[in-house]
């Protein structure tokens, strides 16, 4: 694990902030030259602090109405059928999420978007309820987002 300075920590929240950043503007707001900010996010990018760099699409505008979150419950806990489970999920490109999860009924949570109600009875019966162990589905549909965020707080490396 790498020992974050002060700029590799500005540099991890400039960038989180605008993905579209060039190195020279980058290098502006953390007060580098052009060259070293290259090397800190190249350093950075190996550490594993960046993940990867992604582009956020609009759901609404690419019809993608519907977002739904899913909790899933097994009827067995065992590592080859979460491991089936999971396999299978991860392959359902509606699935935007998915987590292991402990305190509820359900063994899973999982972020679901889909274009309709239509859109989702068909990924909901004619998928993932096909899946060997699931035994249970309670879905909750998303009214309104109100906050969505994909900065994580960095608060505490300062």
Known sequence: MVDLDRTDKRILA????????SN???ADLVGLSPSPCSRRVKHLEEAGYID???TILSQEKLGLTLTALLFISMDRH???RFERFE???RAYPEVLECALI?????DYMLKVVVRDMDAYQEFLLGRLTRIEGVTGVHSSFVLRRIIENTELPLGHLY
């Open 78 to 80: 065992t590592p080859d």
């Open 52 to 54: 990867r760099h992604v």
């Open 24 to 26: 020279l503007e980058l």
């Open 14 to 21: 400039e960038m989180q902030r605008d993905g579209r950043l």
């Open 87 to 89: 396999k299978e999920v």
């Open 102 to 106: 402990t305190g509820q009924s359900s």
